[in-house]
Protein backbone atom coordinates (compact mmCIF):
# COMPACT_ATOMS: atom_id res chain seq x y z
CA UNK A 1 0.00 0.00 0.00
CA UNK A 2 1.23 3.59 -0.84
CA UNK A 3 2.22 5.85 1.98
CA UNK A 4 -0.28 8.66 2.49
CA UNK A 5 1.15 12.38 1.71
CA UNK A 6 -0.69 15.65 2.26
CA UNK A 7 1.32 18.45 1.22
CA UNK A 8 1.10 22.09 2.15
CA UNK A 9 3.08 24.94 1.03
CA UNK A 10 1.27 27.87 3.03
CA UNK A 11 -0.21 26.61 6.37
CA UNK A 12 0.72 30.38 8.39
CA UNK A 13 2.23 30.88 5.13
CA UNK A 14 4.95 29.50 3.01
CA UNK A 15 8.20 30.24 0.93
CA UNK A 16 10.21 33.60 0.51
CA UNK A 17 12.85 34.20 -2.35
CA UNK A 18 13.94 30.97 -3.81
CA UNK A 19 17.17 31.73 -5.86
CA UNK A 20 16.46 29.99 -9.04
CA UNK A 21 13.43 29.30 -10.97
CA UNK A 22 11.01 26.48 -9.95
CA UNK A 23 12.31 23.66 -11.67
CA UNK A 24 11.04 20.88 -13.60
CA UNK A 25 9.84 18.38 -10.82
CA UNK A 26 7.03 20.14 -8.27
CA UNK A 27 7.30 18.77 -5.15
CA UNK A 28 4.17 16.25 -5.73
CA UNK A 29 6.11 14.73 -8.78
CA UNK A 30 9.18 13.80 -6.69
CA UNK A 31 6.59 12.02 -4.43
CA UNK A 32 5.06 9.89 -7.38
CA UNK A 33 8.50 9.10 -8.47
CA UNK A 34 9.38 7.27 -5.35
CA UNK A 35 6.22 5.55 -5.04
CA UNK A 36 4.50 7.48 -2.68
CA UNK A 37 1.87 10.00 -4.73
CA UNK A 38 0.47 12.83 -3.08
CA UNK A 39 -3.23 11.95 -1.67
CA UNK A 40 -3.92 15.49 -0.55
CA UNK A 41 -1.68 18.64 -2.18
CA UNK A 42 -2.65 21.96 -0.91
CA UNK A 43 -1.07 25.32 -1.64
CA UNK A 44 -2.40 28.82 -2.23
CA UNK A 45 1.15 30.06 -3.20
CA UNK A 46 2.41 27.33 -5.52
CA UNK A 47 1.24 24.22 -7.87
CA UNK A 48 2.87 21.55 -6.44
CA UNK A 49 2.84 19.51 -9.71
CA UNK A 50 4.75 20.27 -12.74
CA UNK A 51 1.47 19.63 -15.01
CA UNK A 52 -0.61 21.14 -12.59
CA UNK A 53 -2.77 24.14 -13.64
CA UNK A 54 -5.93 24.04 -11.95
CA UNK A 55 -7.33 26.09 -8.94
CA UNK A 56 -5.19 26.82 -6.06
CA UNK A 57 -7.62 28.27 -3.86
CA UNK A 58 -10.97 30.18 -4.40
CA UNK A 59 -11.63 34.05 -2.56
CA UNK A 60 -14.26 35.39 -1.70
CA UNK A 61 -15.09 39.33 -1.23
CA UNK A 62 -16.75 41.24 1.31
CA UNK A 63 -18.62 43.78 -1.29
CA UNK A 64 -20.82 41.69 -2.99
CA UNK A 65 -19.57 37.75 -1.32
CA UNK A 66 -18.99 36.62 -4.92
CA UNK A 67 -15.86 34.11 -5.41
CA UNK A 68 -12.99 33.52 -7.93
CA UNK A 69 -10.49 31.29 -8.05
CA UNK A 70 -6.80 31.86 -8.41
CA UNK A 71 -5.10 29.21 -10.48
CA UNK A 72 -0.79 28.72 -11.58
CA UNK A 73 0.83 31.54 -13.80
CA UNK A 74 1.48 28.77 -15.79
CA UNK A 75 1.74 24.58 -15.41
CA UNK A 76 3.63 23.93 -12.53
CA UNK A 77 4.10 27.70 -11.36
CA UNK A 78 3.39 30.15 -8.77
CA UNK A 79 0.45 31.55 -8.33
CA UNK A 80 -1.21 34.57 -10.49
CA UNK A 81 -1.76 36.79 -7.34
CA UNK A 82 -3.08 39.72 -9.74
CA UNK A 83 -5.95 37.57 -10.06
CA UNK A 84 -6.66 38.42 -6.29
CA UNK A 85 -5.29 41.49 -5.97
CA UNK A 86 -7.35 42.82 -8.63
CA UNK A 87 -10.79 41.06 -7.47
CA UNK A 88 -10.07 41.90 -3.87
CA UNK A 89 -9.29 45.72 -4.66
CA UNK A 90 -11.10 48.18 -2.38
CA UNK A 91 -12.79 45.48 -0.16
CA UNK A 92 -11.37 42.48 1.52
CA UNK A 93 -11.27 39.01 0.81
CA UNK A 94 -11.10 35.80 2.62
CA UNK A 95 -10.28 32.34 1.94
CA UNK A 96 -13.08 29.85 1.12
CA UNK A 97 -11.82 27.28 -0.54
CA UNK A 98 -7.97 25.65 -0.29
CA UNK A 99 -8.20 22.85 -3.73
CA UNK A 100 -6.66 19.91 -3.64
CA UNK A 101 -4.23 19.07 -6.83
CA UNK A 102 -4.01 15.35 -6.32
CA UNK A 103 -6.91 14.71 -8.37
CA UNK A 104 -8.87 13.13 -5.22
CA UNK A 105 -11.07 15.93 -4.69
CA UNK A 106 -9.66 16.61 -0.61
CA UNK A 107 -10.69 20.23 -0.90
CA UNK A 108 -10.30 22.08 2.52
CA UNK A 109 -13.12 24.36 3.51
CA UNK A 110 -14.53 26.00 6.62
CA UNK A 111 -13.89 24.13 9.83
CA UNK A 112 -17.42 23.63 11.52
CA UNK A 113 -18.07 23.05 14.95
CA UNK A 114 -17.28 19.87 16.82
CA UNK A 115 -16.18 19.12 20.74
CA UNK A 116 -15.43 23.10 20.30
CA UNK A 117 -17.23 25.38 18.70
CA UNK A 118 -15.80 28.12 16.29
CA UNK A 119 -16.35 31.75 16.84
CA UNK A 120 -18.79 32.66 14.22
CA UNK A 121 -22.53 31.99 13.22
CA UNK A 122 -23.42 27.97 13.37
CA UNK A 123 -19.96 27.49 15.84
CA UNK A 124 -18.68 27.44 12.44
CA UNK A 125 -14.66 28.78 12.55
CA UNK A 126 -13.72 31.82 11.19
CA UNK A 127 -11.87 31.87 7.06
CA UNK A 128 -8.09 33.37 6.86
CA UNK A 129 -7.63 36.92 5.52
CA UNK A 130 -6.66 36.64 1.75
CA UNK A 131 -4.34 39.22 1.98
CA UNK A 132 -2.31 38.61 5.68
CA UNK A 133 0.17 36.19 4.77
CA UNK A 134 2.12 37.77 1.31
CA UNK A 135 5.11 35.76 0.77
CA UNK A 136 7.66 36.27 -2.09
CA UNK A 137 8.04 33.18 -4.29
CA UNK A 138 10.48 32.82 -7.27
CA UNK A 139 10.42 36.28 -7.28
CA UNK A 140 6.58 36.63 -7.42
CA UNK A 141 4.22 37.95 -4.68
CA UNK A 142 1.97 35.81 -3.76
CA UNK A 143 -0.47 34.66 -0.27
CA UNK A 144 -0.03 31.99 2.04
CA UNK A 145 -3.19 31.24 4.21
CA UNK A 146 -2.86 33.17 7.62
CA UNK A 147 -3.72 31.08 10.81
CA UNK A 148 -5.38 34.00 13.35
CA UNK A 149 -6.83 31.86 16.57
CA UNK A 150 -10.66 30.74 15.67
CA UNK A 151 -9.76 30.07 12.02
CA UNK A 152 -9.69 26.88 10.36
CA UNK A 153 -10.20 24.55 7.43
CA UNK A 154 -11.31 20.67 7.69
CA UNK A 155 -12.46 18.26 5.44
CA UNK A 156 -14.31 15.04 7.00
CA UNK A 157 -14.81 12.89 4.22
CA UNK A 158 -11.02 12.56 2.36
CA UNK A 159 -10.72 10.49 -0.14
CA UNK A 160 -7.26 7.98 0.37
CA UNK A 161 -6.16 9.30 3.42
CA UNK A 162 -4.17 6.89 5.50
CA UNK A 163 -6.84 5.13 8.09
CA UNK A 164 -6.38 2.83 11.58
CA UNK A 165 -2.48 1.58 11.36
CA UNK A 166 -1.70 2.69 7.96
CA UNK A 167 1.46 4.96 6.52
CA UNK A 168 1.06 8.72 5.99
CA UNK A 169 3.80 11.12 5.46
CA UNK A 170 2.73 15.18 5.43
CA UNK A 171 4.49 18.01 5.62
CA UNK A 172 4.07 22.04 5.43
CA UNK A 173 6.01 25.14 4.74
CA UNK A 174 5.20 27.71 7.93
CA UNK A 175 5.91 31.28 8.90
CA UNK A 176 8.37 30.32 11.84
CA UNK A 177 7.78 33.79 13.00
CA UNK A 178 3.75 33.68 13.44
CA UNK A 179 2.75 31.05 16.15
CA UNK A 180 1.46 31.08 19.61
CA UNK A 181 0.80 28.37 22.81
CA UNK A 182 -2.17 27.57 22.17
CA UNK A 183 -3.89 24.08 21.35
CA UNK A 184 -3.12 23.38 18.55
CA UNK A 185 -2.10 24.59 15.29
CA UNK A 186 -2.10 21.77 12.95
CA UNK A 187 -2.59 20.18 9.70
CA UNK A 188 -2.79 17.16 8.85
CA UNK A 189 -4.88 13.50 9.90
CA UNK A 190 -7.67 13.90 12.10
CA UNK A 191 -11.05 12.55 13.36
CA UNK A 192 -14.02 12.32 10.88
CA UNK A 193 -16.69 13.74 13.72
CA UNK A 194 -14.47 16.43 14.69
CA UNK A 195 -14.39 15.25 18.64
CA UNK A 196 -11.54 13.71 20.24
CA UNK A 197 -11.98 10.07 20.24
CA UNK A 198 -9.51 9.24 21.72
CA UNK A 199 -5.44 8.71 21.79
CA UNK A 200 -4.01 7.50 18.51
CA UNK A 201 -6.86 9.28 16.26
CA UNK A 202 -4.79 11.54 14.77
CA UNK A 203 -1.54 12.05 13.26
CA UNK A 204 -1.03 15.82 12.35
CA UNK A 205 1.65 18.54 12.41
CA UNK A 206 1.68 20.78 14.99
CA UNK A 207 3.77 23.97 14.75
CA UNK A 208 3.68 26.29 17.88
CA UNK A 209 5.45 26.48 21.65
CA UNK A 210 2.62 25.05 23.67
CA UNK A 211 4.36 23.41 26.38
CA UNK A 212 1.05 21.41 27.71
CA UNK A 213 1.94 17.94 26.73
CA UNK A 214 5.01 18.25 24.93
CA UNK A 215 8.28 20.58 24.56
CA UNK A 216 11.46 20.76 22.69
CA UNK A 217 14.85 22.70 23.74
CA UNK A 218 14.86 25.98 23.88
CA UNK A 219 11.54 28.43 23.85
CA UNK A 220 9.88 27.27 20.65
CA UNK A 221 8.37 27.35 17.90
CA UNK A 222 8.54 23.34 17.71
CA UNK A 223 7.41 20.83 15.51
CA UNK A 224 5.88 18.11 17.18
CA UNK A 225 3.11 15.84 16.32
CA UNK A 226 -0.04 15.56 17.30
CA UNK A 227 -1.30 11.98 18.20
CA UNK A 228 -4.62 13.13 20.24
CA UNK A 229 -4.46 13.70 23.24
CA UNK A 230 -1.12 15.09 23.09
CA UNK A 231 1.45 16.93 21.14
CA UNK A 232 4.73 14.67 21.05
CA UNK A 233 8.07 15.74 20.60
CA UNK A 234 10.27 12.28 21.06
CA UNK A 235 9.66 8.83 22.48
CA UNK A 236 8.31 10.31 25.73
CA UNK A 237 5.57 12.50 26.67
CA UNK A 238 6.76 15.67 28.16
CA UNK A 239 10.30 17.41 27.42
CA UNK A 240 12.74 15.65 24.14
CA UNK A 241 15.18 17.87 24.50
CA UNK A 242 16.51 16.45 20.19
CA UNK A 243 13.67 18.59 19.19
CA UNK A 244 14.98 21.59 18.61
CA UNK A 245 13.66 25.60 18.35
CA UNK A 246 13.53 26.12 15.26
CA UNK A 247 15.04 29.20 14.06
CA UNK A 248 14.95 30.00 9.82
CA UNK A 249 12.70 32.16 8.94
CA UNK A 250 10.25 30.09 7.34
CA UNK A 251 10.53 26.16 8.52
CA UNK A 252 10.11 22.89 6.38
CA UNK A 253 8.00 20.47 8.94
CA UNK A 254 7.95 17.07 8.39
CA UNK A 255 5.87 14.23 10.46
CA UNK A 256 5.78 10.72 9.06
CA UNK A 257 4.01 7.88 10.51
CA UNK A 258 3.92 3.93 10.43
CA UNK A 259 3.15 1.04 11.98
CA UNK A 260 5.03 1.58 15.78
CA UNK A 261 7.18 4.06 14.21
CA UNK A 262 7.01 7.49 13.23
CA UNK A 263 9.34 10.37 12.79
CA UNK A 264 9.81 14.62 13.21
CA UNK A 265 12.17 15.98 10.56
CA UNK A 266 12.85 19.41 9.99
CA UNK A 267 14.64 22.23 7.66
CA UNK A 268 15.44 25.38 5.56
CA UNK A 269 12.75 25.48 2.55
CA UNK A 270 15.13 27.90 0.87
CA UNK A 271 17.84 25.50 1.19
CA UNK A 272 16.57 21.81 0.57
CA UNK A 273 18.32 20.06 4.11
CA UNK A 274 16.41 18.16 6.56
CA UNK A 275 17.15 17.16 10.02
CA UNK A 276 16.04 14.51 11.91
CA UNK A 277 14.58 15.61 14.98
CA UNK A 278 13.45 12.21 16.12
CA UNK A 279 12.68 8.88 14.66
CA UNK A 280 11.57 5.88 16.47
CA UNK A 281 8.66 4.69 18.62
CA UNK A 282 4.98 5.14 18.89
CA UNK A 283 4.74 6.70 22.39
CA UNK A 284 3.76 3.60 25.41
CA UNK A 285 0.98 4.90 26.49
CA UNK A 286 -2.35 2.91 25.17
CA UNK A 287 -3.88 3.99 21.96
CA UNK A 288 -0.94 4.96 20.20
CA UNK A 289 0.17 1.09 18.72
CA UNK A 290 -1.91 0.19 16.89
CA UNK A 291 -3.00 3.66 15.43
CA UNK A 292 -6.32 4.75 15.18
CA UNK A 293 -6.09 7.45 12.37
CA UNK A 294 -9.58 8.40 11.09
CA UNK A 295 -8.48 10.20 7.90
CA UNK A 296 -10.06 13.63 8.06
CA UNK A 297 -7.79 15.93 7.56
CA UNK A 298 -7.12 19.79 9.30
CA UNK A 299 -5.51 22.57 9.01
CA UNK A 300 -5.25 25.10 11.62
CA UNK A 301 -7.00 23.87 14.53
CA UNK A 302 -6.88 20.81 16.83
CA UNK A 303 -8.90 17.40 15.94
CA UNK A 304 -11.82 18.94 17.67
CA UNK A 305 -12.03 21.51 16.90
CA UNK A 306 -9.84 23.42 19.24
CA UNK A 307 -9.40 26.90 18.28
CA UNK A 308 -6.91 28.74 20.39
CA UNK A 309 -3.77 28.82 17.89
C1 LIG B 1 0.65 15.03 -13.57
O1 LIG B 1 1.77 14.54 -12.84
C2 LIG B 1 1.43 13.50 -11.91
C3 LIG B 1 2.65 13.13 -11.06
O2 LIG B 1 3.84 13.58 -11.54
C4 LIG B 1 0.89 12.30 -12.68
O3 LIG B 1 0.54 11.28 -11.77
C5 LIG B 1 -0.34 12.74 -13.45
O4 LIG B 1 -0.82 11.66 -14.24
C6 LIG B 1 -0.02 13.92 -14.37
N1 LIG B 1 -1.27 14.42 -14.96
C7 LIG B 1 -1.38 14.66 -16.25
C8 LIG B 1 -2.71 15.18 -16.67
O5 LIG B 1 -0.47 14.48 -17.03
C1 LIG C 1 -22.76 38.73 2.41
O1 LIG C 1 -23.20 37.59 3.17
C2 LIG C 1 -23.30 37.87 4.55
C3 LIG C 1 -23.58 36.56 5.26
O2 LIG C 1 -24.61 35.87 4.64
C4 LIG C 1 -24.40 38.91 4.77
O3 LIG C 1 -24.50 39.21 6.16
C5 LIG C 1 -24.02 40.17 4.01
O4 LIG C 1 -25.05 41.12 4.11
C6 LIG C 1 -23.76 39.87 2.54
N1 LIG C 1 -23.24 41.06 1.89
C7 LIG C 1 -23.68 41.48 0.71
C8 LIG C 1 -23.05 42.73 0.17
O5 LIG C 1 -24.55 40.90 0.08
C1 LIG D 1 -3.36 36.74 -14.00
O1 LIG D 1 -4.62 37.23 -13.62
C2 LIG D 1 -4.95 38.45 -14.27
C3 LIG D 1 -6.24 38.96 -13.62
O2 LIG D 1 -7.26 38.00 -13.74
C4 LIG D 1 -5.09 38.19 -15.76
O3 LIG D 1 -5.40 39.40 -16.41
C5 LIG D 1 -3.77 37.63 -16.26
O4 LIG D 1 -3.92 37.28 -17.64
C6 LIG D 1 -3.36 36.42 -15.48
N1 LIG D 1 -2.01 36.01 -15.88
C7 LIG D 1 -1.78 34.84 -16.44
C8 LIG D 1 -0.36 34.59 -16.82
O5 LIG D 1 -2.67 34.03 -16.62
C1 LIG E 1 -11.14 8.70 -4.76
O1 LIG E 1 -10.29 9.27 -5.73
C2 LIG E 1 -9.97 8.39 -6.78
C3 LIG E 1 -8.91 9.05 -7.65
O2 LIG E 1 -9.34 10.29 -8.12
C4 LIG E 1 -11.26 8.07 -7.56
O3 LIG E 1 -10.98 7.15 -8.60
C5 LIG E 1 -12.28 7.47 -6.60
O4 LIG E 1 -13.51 7.29 -7.26
C6 LIG E 1 -12.49 8.36 -5.40
N1 LIG E 1 -13.33 7.69 -4.44
C7 LIG E 1 -14.39 8.27 -3.91
C8 LIG E 1 -15.16 7.46 -2.90
O5 LIG E 1 -14.74 9.39 -4.22
C1 LIG F 1 -6.51 41.63 6.18
O1 LIG F 1 -5.10 41.72 6.27
C2 LIG F 1 -4.61 42.96 5.73
C3 LIG F 1 -3.10 42.87 5.71
O2 LIG F 1 -2.60 42.57 6.98
C4 LIG F 1 -5.16 44.11 6.56
O3 LIG F 1 -4.72 45.34 6.00
C5 LIG F 1 -6.69 44.06 6.56
O4 LIG F 1 -7.19 45.04 7.43
C6 LIG F 1 -7.18 42.70 7.01
N1 LIG F 1 -8.62 42.66 6.82
C7 LIG F 1 -9.43 42.35 7.81
C8 LIG F 1 -10.89 42.32 7.48
O5 LIG F 1 -9.04 42.04 8.93
Known sequence: MFSRLYLLWAAGLSLCLIASPLVAAGPCDLYAAWGTPCVA?????????????GPLYEVKRQSDNTTTTVT???????????????????????????FDQSGRGNQLRQAGPGGFRGSEAGGNDKL?????????????????????????????????????DEP???????DRTHY?????????NAETNSKDTGNGHMEAIYFGSSKYWGSGAGKGPWIMADLENGLFSGAS???????????????TAVVKGEPNKWAIRGGDPTSGLLSTFYDGA???????????????????????????A
Open 41 to 53: AHSTTRALYNNYT
Open 72 to 98: PLSAGAVANATAQDEFCSGTNCLITVI
Open 128 to 164: ANATAAPVFLSGKKTYGVFISPGTGYRNNAANGTATG
Open 168 to 174: QGMYAIF
Open 180 to 188: NSGCCFDYG
Open 237 to 251: PGNNPGDPTNTYRFV
Open 282 to 308: RPAKSGYSPMHKEGAIILGIGGDNSIS
